[in-house]
Nanobody, 122 residues
Framework: QVQLVESGGGLVQAGGSLRLSCAAS????????MGWFRQAPGKEREFVAS????????DYADSVKGRFTISRDNAKNTVYLQMNSLKTEDTAVYYC???????????????WGQGTQVTVSS
């Protein structure tokens, strides 16, 4: 059974940093593109960042460009999200997701983790 397990969330002051991790199991990790999404209270889930199966291509939401960095370690079946200069509006539950390299590219039909809470205080 495929599992994606996020960790690294917590409470941090505005301007601080956190690094999220997402460990995958029972998945041929190197053949999946990986993404991070977030959902704030009362809001729809939104895209944060994605990274291709090889790590050679990344994409970011405009709201996090220059502050967040996505990376992956295929040897460890893990994807990371380094979050710097955090703002109160970054407060949300953060989810990682996987979609097959040769699939539609749509994460909605892929695998999802349970999420990790990130709270940024002012």
């Amino acid at each position: 059974q495929v599992q994606l397990v996020e960790s690294g969330g917590g409470l941090v002051q505005a301007g601080g940093s956190l690094r999220l991790s997402c460990a995958a199991s029972e998945l041929t990790f190197r053949t999946y593109n990986m993404g991070w999404f977030r959902q704030a209270p009362g809001k729809e889930r939104e895209f944060v960042a994605s990274i291709s199966w090889s790590g050679g291509s990344t994409d970011y939401a405009d709201s996090v460009k220059g502050r967040f960095t996505i990376s992956r370690d295929n040897a460890k079946n893990t994807v990371y999200l380094q979050m710097n200069s955090l703002k109160t509006e970054d407060t949300a539950v953060y989810y990682c997701a996987a979609t097959p390299r040769y699939g539609t590219g749509q994460y909605e039909n892929g695998y999802w983790g349970q999420g990790t809470q990130v709270t940024v205080s002012s």
